[in-house]
Structures are given as C-alpha cells and as structure tokens.
C-alpha cells in the first residue's frame, strides 16, 4: 500500500471512529432543550406530513425550495459602473459537485444582456472562405451536434486580490467562473461548410469573432484553436441557453479566457492576421512589473480555490471530523491533483479528486481532517497533466508586479479561527 493509501485509510479510518464516538455521545453535546427538539423532530409527527403540500405546477419552472434562496449570483456594487456594464458572481461557495447551474452561473456584459429570439438569430460567416453564408438558429440546428464540459472563467477573475486580501469570500475572489454542460455545433464543421480553400494555407490564418450586442466583444483566435475545439453552442444543461449567457447562441472556446467566448455570435470572419480589436488591445492584456504589457495570454492557467471552509462558509460544527472541499481547473487541459495546506504553505497533503480530471473543466477535491479547534491557515494547490503547478502571488508578484489586473492564478489563503469564523488573508 502507496503511503497515499495508507493516509487516506487512517483518515478514514479516524472519521469513522469519530462520527461512532458523535453519535454515542451526542447528548452529552447538546442541552436539554436541543436534545428535545431534536428527537421530537423524529419522533413525533411533524406539519409537513400530516397536510396536503402545493403540487409542482405551482412554479412551472421548478425553482429552488425557498430554504435555499440565498444561493445566488451577487456582484459587488463599486466593481462595475452600472447595471448594463455589470458583473456577477457564481456562489461557488454554496454548491458541491462540478455542474453549475445555470441560473447559478456568474456573467459579464458589456452592453446590457439583449433579447434576441431564435426567428432573428442570424450567423454570418465570410472573410477568406469559398461560400460567405448566413445561417439561421434552425440551419445550425440541423448540423451534427456534441456535448462537451467545461469551464469559462473571466480573465479577471481574482483580479481585485492582486494588491492584498480585499473581498472576503470565495463567491467574490474566485466567483467568476462557471462551469456547464454546452450543447452545440464544432465551428471547424461551419467553416467546412463555407469552405476554407480561399485561406490558402491555414497556419497563419484567423478568425475573427463578434456578437450582436452593442458592445460586440469582437476577439481574433488563432485558426489552429478554431479547428480544435471551438464550438458554437445553443444550449447549457440541457437547456436553451440563457438571456444574460447568449442566448440564443454563443461561442465556447474551451479553456481560454471567458471574453473570447463571444455571446450573441452574429458573425465570424476568416482573416489573415488578428484584428487587434478594443478587448484585445486596450483590455484584456497582462501589464508587467517593468510597465510592459504582453498580449496573446488566452489559456487560463491552473487555479484552485477551498470553498468550504471559506468566509461565507464558516465551520459551525466545531472541532472533530471535518471536510474540506474546493474546485480546481486548468485550460491546458486535466487537473491532476490537488494538494491542501493547513498551515500557510509550509505542509502540503493530497486531497482526493471526487472523480478523474477532465479537459478543461472543473474538478472537485475534497479533503478529510480532524480539526482539534485550532487556527488554521487553510490553502489548495492545483497540478494539471502537463505538470504546472498552481504559484503562490509572491511567485506572479516577482513577474507582473502589482498593476495587473487579469490571470491571477494565486494560491488562495483563508484563515481559520478557534471559533470557526473565516477570514480573507495574505501570507508571505
């Protein structure tokens, strides 16, 4: 047995020890009055089944029961101008799993989430092509479909906490980001479709992509991605996809920084060369410590966050078994592993993946321990298959210094009190 085998055996081994000692002394925990309460709740009949309760046509829809309401997108009111150049965030911290929910997942505009129906949806290609063409929602329909997760994480993501702790939650350090089942078309099917003999030889072609939005987000991507894995996407989970994420169709560009994955597509354009558009230009570069910006930095690098324990997510149960869980992702491909710090950086253990990494989607970690009610500096480190390990910000100060504003990929601290309570934090 692998000394990994054999610390996660232990660990299970005391959590089940734990949870055994929990219920047999578990009235020895609690007051009186709680024991009472909480044995009437089993033994006595309560409300809830002895009365006929609403049926679902109720809410049609199916939304969350009402209990759980407080699990939603929020933004920070002095991140963003105004409601129509706005920005949210997904509550990682309330879900488990890797599937966001749609109605769940952040979003950023630029102009306003516009209402377009599928009857006017219109999709121009043209540029180098043999065939300019425009295609309807139902033509695109009609192609041959694939089903593909993955992550889409604004460039900005943790952006705020490149000058020191400043928001004190997971949902807001690390809520730009979500990660969905995208149903949808592969653009390299598209643009056999119009034809690409025109570009001649495609190693230095691109093309150029834009939405129907006022803002338009127009982005160039290299023609060897376009051919990869891009796709042209119309549904989420399952479902059309929603108003503030494109609807009724958006453009997937796995792995790569979530403005690139233009919502509302209405056009894309065969160039020989990147256009050099506003988001590619004056927004979306990396400035350097010596006032230098560089351009071109698509991939999202490997990043992980815990999220419970995290400031929103405080531990109430107190001291004894407790379980760790965050997310992690890489848009160079599979995370590999996960590795959790208790103590600032200074011990690394392994956590477990809930299932193997996939390509360019988020994985979930977890991670036992028997907390003895002591502080705790709680920090992830994510490894992804090409070897790249997640850095610490002193490690991206060294190189980008303190102006930057997107890709930071840091290693996250909280810190733990005696009490439970969980604090944003920096360490050296």
Not at 28 to 41: H, P
């Amino acid at each position: 047995m692998s000394k990994v085998n054999k610390r996660n055996t232990q660990t299970r081994r005391s959590f089940l020890r734990g949870a055994a000692l929990s219920s047999a002394g578990a009235v020895v925990a609690v007051s009186s009055t709680a024991k009472e309460q909480s044995e009437a709740l089993i033994t006595e009949a309560q409300s809830w089944a002895q009365e006929l309760a609403d049926g679902v046509d109720v809410t049609p829809y199916g939304l969350p029961i009402e209990h759980e309401g407080d699990v939603i997108r929020r933004n920070v009111p002095w991140l963003t101008a105004d409601a129509v150049s706005s920005v949210n965030f997904t509550p990682i911290h309330a879900l488990d799993g890797t599937i966001t929910p749609q109605g769940c997942a952040f979003e950023r505009h630029h102009s306003g989430a516009i209402d377009l129906k599928k009857e006017d949806y219109r999709l121009m290609i043209n540029g180098l092509v043999d065939k300019p063409m425009i295609f309807t929602y139902f033509d695109l329909e009609r192609f041959p479909r694939e089903n593909h997760v993955y992550f889409c994480e604004c460039a900005a993501n943790t952006g705020m906490e490149w000058a020191g702790a400043q928001l004190n939650g997971a949902q807001f350090t690390h809520g730009m980001i979500h990660n969905m089942e995208y149903t949808g078309v592969p653009l390299r099917t598209i643009l056999n479709e119009v034809g690409l003999i025109a570009a001649g030889d495609l190693k230095d072609k691109w093309v150029f992509v834009e939405g129907a939005d006022a803002s338009s987000n127009g982005r160039s991507i290299p023609m060897e991605k376009a051919l990869d894995d891009v796709f042209v996407a119309f549904k989420a989970n399952g479902e059309a996809l929603r108003k503030e994420h494109g609807y009724p169709v958006r453009l997937v560009v796995p792995g790569w920084e979530g403005n690139m994955w233009v919502k509302w597509l209405r056009r894309i354009e065969v160039t020989d060369g990147p256009v050099e558009s506003r988001e590619e230009t004056s927004k979306y570069t990396d400035t350097l410590s010596d006032g230098r910006s560089r351009k071109w930095t698509w991939a999202m690098d490997a990043k992980s966050v815990v999220t419970n324990p995290s400031p929103q997510m405080p531990i109430k149960h107190g001291s004894g078994s407790l379980l760790i869980s965050g997310l992690a992702w890489s848009g160079h491909g599979a995370i590999k592993r996960v590795d959790v710090s208790l103590d600032g950086g200074k011990n690394w253990r392994i956590a477990s993946l809930s299932k193997p990494g996939e390509k360019m989607a988020v994985s979930r970690f977890y991670f036992h321990t028997d907390w003895d009610g002591e502080e705790m500096l709680l920090q992830s480190r994510a490894i992804d298959e090409t070897g790249y390990v997640q850095p610490t910000k002193t490690q991206l100060r060294a190189v980008r210094g303190l102006n930057s504003i997107y890709h930071n990929n840091c290693i996250q601290t909280w810190h733990v009190g005696k009490n439970g309570s969980v604090e944003n934090v920096e360490v050296s």
